[in-house]
């Protein structure tokens, strides 16, 4: 049996990583994350990069709705 996808990993990646892309053609680019500790690099084909973007804008509306509804709400002492 073929399988897509063969790695079973958590990857965090926090606020001030560095995210670099190298376009290796016109089907896929290598995205590299990386701190003054780690590297993490993974080759994406464009498709895949498109659903990638995609379901994050998505993901980022919902932070941002979430976000505004904190600041609404006080803070309980």
Do not use: W
Not at 3 to 24: M, W
Not at 29 to 54: H, Y
Request: proline residues 1%.
């Amino acid at each position: 049996m073929h399988r897509r996808l063969a790695v079973n990993t958590d990857i965090r990646i926090d606020d001030g990583c560095t995210i670099k892309h190298s376009v290796q053609g016109s089907g896929r680019t290598e995205l590299v994350v990386s701190d003054e500790e780690e590297v993490v690099g993974f080759t994406i084909e464009s498709e895949a990069l498109r659903q990638l973007v995609l379901v994050g804008t998505r993901a980022l509306k919902e932070m941002d709705l979430l976000y505004a509804e904190e600041q609404d709400t006080p803070k309980s002492v």
